[in-house]
């Protein structure tokens, strides 16, 4: 039904992403942009029951395609509204792009500055630590399992089995062990390199990594929570972190399949890699009270960012008041 106009669509996309690329946005960022705005251009093309143009364009055909979008999603997305959120600041800048490389005097302004999703203020949900106790001692049991297995009585046929065995749990341990003690985030991982490890400080490792916008920045974990891995990978001679037994590289959703498979086999209702990067940070304040640290460590532009973080529940609020007071009666 709208076969022209999503043609037309589809030529302002190929040149925006093409911009995004110029601007040394992050492969992330330009993959999101690009799933939300293909599937805006696909709704138009093929579900939407009206006919389309950029003159009759309402704020009701993006809402129309808030709900195709929550209807039809994968199940590495979700609908809650800090996404819907995210798809309608894709497709603002998008279409804002159109309205400075088009001839027409066309302006979207009106139509966005009303389209606002409000996003409730949520605590950041976290794995707790009797969970993450769980995951890391059948972490170290895999790891103890690997190196225990004797080839001789297995039926594989693979010489190679014990290694691979090896390999897979200490690259596990390694990468949960990353994620838990960073906060960094998922693709900020998958290009770090063991050789990047730089010891300061006696127990401190420092490495470099590419985080939001493509800009360079450090983070740290103790050398002592992997020193184990590290041996494991600098003996096989193994460089990248984030590697498939065949040396390819783990993306998201392949790490996501793997954490998932962990935290079923430790019955831990938990769900992703995000989440462990919550798991950090609440656990680095609830250690440190430094919140001007935590951004640091976050990269969080705002200060108001890492400040749910330091969101109390009533049971913390009621030991923190008979800290301050009880010794005065």
């Known amino acids: ?40 251009i696909y709704f138009i093309e093929n579900e939407h029951q009206k006919d389309m143009s950029f003159k009759n364009i309402r704020r009701s055909d993006f809402t129309k395609f808030l709900t195709y979008k929550s209807n039809n999603l994968n199940k590495h997305e979700d609908s809650k509204p800090a996404s819907k959120a995210l798809y309608i600041t894709h497709l603002s800048q998008y279409f804002e792009y159109i309205s400075s490389e088009s001839i027409e005097k066309l302006d979207f302004t009106a139509i966005f500055k009303k389209l606002k999703i409000p996003i409730p203020k949520r605590e950041p949900k976290g794995v707790n630590d009797e969970d993450v106790e769980k995951v890391l001692d059948y972490l170290k049991n895999k790891v103890l399992e690997a190196n ?60 470099s990594i590419i985080g939001k916008g493509n800009k360079e920045a450090k983070a740290y974990i103790l050398a002592s929570f992997i020193s184990e891995e590290v041996n494991f990978f600098k003996r096989n001679d193994y460089q990248l972190i984030s590697i498939t037994v065949s040396g390819n590289i783990l993306d998201r959703t392949q790490t996501w399949k793997v954490f998932s498979t962990i935290y079923k086999n430790c019955n831990v209702k938990a769900s992703g890699i995000h989440i462990l990067r ?16 935590l951004q640091a460590i976050l990269r969080h532009v705002s200060i108001n960012t890492t400040m749910i973080y330091a969101a109390e529940n009533d049971e913390q609020t009621q030991d923190n008041y008979l800290l301050a007071f009880e010794n005065n009666t």
């Open 1 to 40: 039904m709208n076969h022209l106009f999503a043609e037309v669509l589809r030529g302002y996309f190929n040149d925006y992403i093409s911009e995004l690329e110029d601007l040394s946005k992050s492969q992330n960022t330009i993959d999101s942009y690009s799933s939300t705005i293909s599937t805006f």
């Open 148 to 207: 225990n297995y004797d080839s001789s009585k297995s039926r594989a046929k693979s010489k190679n089995a014990k290694q691979k065995k090896q390999f897979l749990a200490y690259r596990n341990s390694l990468l949960m062990k990353m994620y838990l003690y960073t906060g960094i985030r998922a693709s900020e991982l998958i290009g770090v390199k063991i050789k990047n490890f730089n010891l300061i400080k006696e127990n401190l490792y420092v490495f």
């Open 278 to 293: 919550h798991t950090f940070a609440k656990d680095f304040y609830k250690k440190t009270k430094d919140l001007r640290s």
